[in-house]
């Protein structure tokens, strides 16, 4: 796998969050590839191709599977590529491309509402009510729990109807990876030694664009903001754009277009810089 020097687009993966499958991100991948790019949206271990009505069929797929497992799921996918994509991620996904980052992979990444990696101590009230129906149990840790339409209401819904909430969830939900859940949460005292961690002053990562929505219950502002403290101990470009009136469920909310175009330049163009940069000292050298 090699860094596009050619100038073609490069391609894009998309990562998922929890409760979602590939179908989420349905909407900004028929941009893209509208736009000439080949877009991956693979799907974590455990869901294949299937419908999100068929995953709530039967989560027994889901059980027990981890964050290892399903980031070194994305790792094997995108080095079998001929080249480095741009990376972006959706809440818990967002938090796998930080991670995915941080193993050198893409030429920049976008984590769209992403939760926060290990080191980050920020958890607002919200971000711990959307945990409870899972937290509250430690004995399930391995389970699926399914996603009530209530609670998708408060994670998801919270600028819709009730109706049209519910709808939303028969069209997207699916059962939790419970053991993802208690994982991350652990990981977040745990900076040097977390599931989740990075090196947030790794000097040659690719260059990472955080994304918040100022009515997100699952990861408000305050989480990326605290983790762009964090990253701005390090030389590598990271930075932070906030969309007011937005939910967390901005990927499919009205007005994603807005969002979408905006996380693939921001992408290419820094990815470009930073490939110019790079060739220039090599060059000097």
Same mark, same amino acid.
């Given at each position: 796998?090699?860094?596009?020097?050619?100038?073609?687009?490069?391609?894009?993966?998309?990562?998922?969050?929890?409760?979602?499958?590939?179908?989420?991100?349905?909407?900004?991948?028929?941009?893209?590839?509208?736009?000439?790019?080949?877009?991956?949206?693979?799907?974590?271990?455990?869901?294949?191709?299937?419908?999100?009505?068929?995953?709530?069929?039967?989560?027994?797929?889901?059980?027990?599977?981890?964050?290892?497992?399903?980031?070194?799921?994305?790792?094997?996918?995108?080095?079998?590529?001929?080249?480095?994509?741009?990376?972006?991620?959706?809440?818990?996904?967002?938090?796998?491309?930080?991670?995915?980052?941080?193993?050198?992979?893409?030429?920049?990444?976008?984590?769209?509402?992403?939760?926060?990696?290990? !080191? /980050? =101590?920020? &958890? +607002?009230?919200?971000?711990?009510?959307?945990?409870?129906?899972?937290?509250?149990? @430690?004995?399930? %840790?391995?389970?699926?729990?399914?996603?009530?339409?209530?609670?998708?209401?408060?994670?998801?819904?919270?600028?819709?109807?009730?109706?049209?909430?519910?709808?939303?969830?028969?069209?997207?939900?699916?059962?939790?990876?419970?053991?993802?859940?208690?994982? !991350? /949460? =652990?990981? &977040? +005292?745990?900076?040097?030694?977390?599931?989740?961690?990075?090196?947030?002053?790794? @000097?040659?990562? %690719?260059?990472?664009?955080?994304?918040?929505?100022?009515?997100?219950?699952?990861?408000?502002?305050?989480?990326?903001?605290?983790?762009?403290?964090?990253?701005?101990?390090?030389?590598?470009?990271?930075?932070?754009?906030?969309?007011?009136?937005?939910?967390?469920?901005?990927?499919?909310?009205?007005?994603?277009?807005?969002?979408?175009?905006?996380?693939?330049?921001?992408?290419?163009?820094? %990815?470009?810089?930073?490939?110019?940069?790079?060739?220039?000292?090599?060059?000097?050298?």
């Amino acid at each position: 796998m090699t860094t596009n020097t050619s100038g073609g687009k490069p391609p894009i993966v998309l990562v998922h969050g929890l409760w979602m499958t590939p179908s989420s991100w349905d909407t900004w991948a028929e941009r893209f590839r509208g736009l000439g790019h080949e877009v991956i949206v693979p799907g974590w271990p455990g869901i294949g191709d299937r419908t999100p009505a068929e995953v709530r069929a039967d989560p027994s797929a889901l059980k027990g599977i981890g964050i290892r497992e399903i980031v070194d799921s994305y790792d094997e996918r995108i080095r079998a590529l001929p080249e480095k994509p741009v990376i972006m991620g959706h809440s818990f996904g967002g938090i796998f491309t930080q991670m995915l980052l941080d193993r050198g992979l893409g030429i920049a990444g976008v984590g769209v509402a992403p939760g926060q990696p290990a !080191g /980050v =101590l920020t &958890l +607002p009230f919200s971000t711990l009510k959307t945990g409870l129906p899972i937290l509250w149990n @430690p004995f399930a %840790a391995r389970g699926a729990n399914a996603l009530s339409k209530r609670h998708f209401r408060y994670t998801f819904g919270n600028d819709l109807t009730r109706a049209d909430s519910d709808r939303e969830w028969e069209a997207s939900a699916i059962n939790s990876y419970n053991r993802v859940f208690f994982e !991350g /949460v =652990l990981s &977040l +005292p745990k900076p040097k030694s977390g599931i989740t961690k990075v090196d947030f002053r790794k @000097p040659d990562r %690719a260059p990472l664009l955080l994304i918040s929505a100022d009515k997100d219950h699952v990861a408000p502002p305050a989480i990326q903001k605290a983790a762009l403290r964090k990253y701005a101990k390090g030389t590598a470009l990271v930075e932070r754009v906030e969309y007011p009136g937005r939910t967390h469920r901005l990927v499919s909310q009205d007005g994603w277009e807005e969002i979408a175009d905006y996380a693939l330049s921001w992408a290419l163009e820094h %990815a470009a810089a930073r490939t110019g940069s790079t060739d220039s000292e090599g060059a000097a050298n």
